[in-house]
């Protein structure tokens, strides 16, 4: 028989007891609780917190694992762009979120590559996709597409077509092609 | 079912209206790039449905006791070709370049259930150079697309490509910035059969297909040096003719609208809507 686990409380009560969680570890911190259709607690941090915040999160109200560092494009508000990361904590079984809103032409903001380092794929994602820096990152490169690449194809600007998905492909194509060639009348001129 | 390039000047349909024109059943006749017309050299007429037929008949084979081949080429011409084909056809090494879903499928197909081997395919070599059959099976991104393409040229001559399932073939339902239209906007491709995957027996139609394309080859050519034509198989011009015109069209917003191979533009006829 394995064990029964314990009762779980109502999730009103879980949830309001993750709130006075996370509100005592962010005392003194600036920070703003807003409601969400998901019910997740879910916090509003300006970017100067941002790291104090996630710093606190981790250290005082135990949450271990970074879930998720993404971002969202909210063309055409302002400030554009919303950082989310998606904390969870095996603790306590409970998760946070916080979102900072940062604009489009300051799209940065500081890494937590120090605090869970498995958070750096994510990060890289997030630039790759959204073009949204990580100060501080050791090794921000694009994940997902080429390194070349020029775009960040999760702006909301981006057509989903792409713009001449192929110029990549046919330079590269070209400078081969090229060095073939070169490389046989050196052989052919022997 | 796999099929051979579908003829894109008249419709997905004209395949099948073509196999009906054929008496005693349906008959593939794949001596030349679909779409431009048969070999100059075929003597072959167009039949009332629009189908080309090769000359002579109905005949349809490529038996060496046949007097000449369709192409108009002579006993030891055709005997060489008989021979070379056959030998060709039934060894094929694929390459499997399983990029998703359809690998499954792919290695289904060679495995025990389906048998590949029945048709002397199944010897697949995860190394380019030694596989004249390159099977792209799922969806080709771009970042891929150098992977592929460098694959291809690593493969000896003569070689043939099948594009497996929509994705390859189309892009399938990723019309996205990340996924290549259609293989064929890199690589010269034999056969494409649809499918999202396709089934193992699916992909064996195909190859069987693409057996029967091989017959219709004339390999004599290149071995006693007789002039060959563009059309007749452009990857091999790729091969053949360095310095031929190899002018990349510039690309459009959507990589549907053109098909590019790497062939002397000037000796190719110009197709209207391919693809």
């Known amino acids: ?149 020029e775009h960040h194809p999760l702006r909301k600007e981006f057509p989903h077509q792409g713009i001449e998905p192929d110029r990549l492909y046919r330079a590269w194509e070209k400078g081969r092609r090229e060095e073939f060639f070169e490389r046989r009348a050196k052989e052919d001129s022997k | 079912m796999g099929s051979l390039n579908p003829d894109p000047t008249r419709g997905a349909d004209a395949g099948a209206s073509d196999l009906k024109a054929w008496p005693g059943g349906p008959k593939t006749y794949a001596g030349t790039t679909p779409g431009r017309g048969p070999h100059p050299d075929s003597g072959a007429v167009r039949t009332d449905s629009g189908a080309f037929r090769p000359a002579g008949g109905d005949r349809g084979d490529t038996s060496p006791l046949s007097a000449a081949d369709d192409s108009g080429n002579g006993f030891m011409a055709s005997s060489l070709d008989f021979l070379i084909n056959w030998g060709r056809k039934n060894s094929l090494w694929p390459m499997p370049l399983g990029l998703s879903c359809c690998g499954i499928e792919l290695m289904a197909m060679i495995g025990p259930k389906f048998d590949l081997a029945r048709f002397g395919a199944e010897a697949a070599r995860f190394t380019p150079r030694q596989c004249d059959l390159l099977i792209v099976a799922g969806t080709l991104t771009w970042k891929m697309a150098r992977a592929c393409r460098q694959i291809y040229d690593q493969m000896p001559d003569p070689k043939w490509v ?91 917003s959507s990589t549907h609208e053109k098909t590019t191979y790497f062939v002397d533009q000037s000796a190719r006829k110009p197709e209207e809507g391919a693809r």
């Open chain 1, 1 to 149: 028989m394995t064990p029964q686990a314990p009762a779980r409380a109502a999730p009103a009560e879980r949830r309001a007891a993750t709130i006075a969680r996370v509100a005592g570890a962010l005392d003194g911190v600036l920070h703003e609780f807003v409601e969400t259709r998901d019910g997740m607690p879910t916090l509003i941090v300006p970017r100067d917190g941002l790291v104090e915040v996630l710093s606190r999160l981790k250290s005082r109200a135990s949450f271990e694992q970074a879930t998720f560092v993404t971002a969202v494009d909210h063309l055409p508000a302002t400030p554009r762009f919303e950082v989310v990361h998606q904390l969870w904590s095996l603790t306590h079984a409970d998760r946070v979120r916080l979102k900072t809103r940062i604009a489009v032409d300051a799209a940065w903001v500081p890494t937590c590559t120090h605090l869970w380092p498995g958070a750096a794929f994510m990060e890289r994602e997030c630039y790759d996709m959204f073009g949204i820096h990580f100060e501080g990152h050791h090794n921000l490169r694009r994940l997902l597409m080429p390194e070349e690449y």
């Open chain 2, 162 to 252: 099948i594009a497996m399932g929509v994705c390859s073939s189309s892009g399938g339902m990723y019309d996205s910035y990340a996924v290549v239209q259609g293989v064929d906007s890199i690589l010269p491709v034999d056969v494409y059969v649809p499918g999202c995957p396709p089934r193992p027996d699916a992909v064996i139609d195909g190859i069987m297909k693409l057996q029967k394309k091989i017959e219709r080859e004339h390999p004599h050519r290149r071995l006693l040096r007789v002039p060959d034509s563009v059309e007749e198989r452009g990857h091999e011009m790729i091969l053949r003719a360095p310095n031929a015109a190899v002018e990349v069209e510039p690309h459009t």
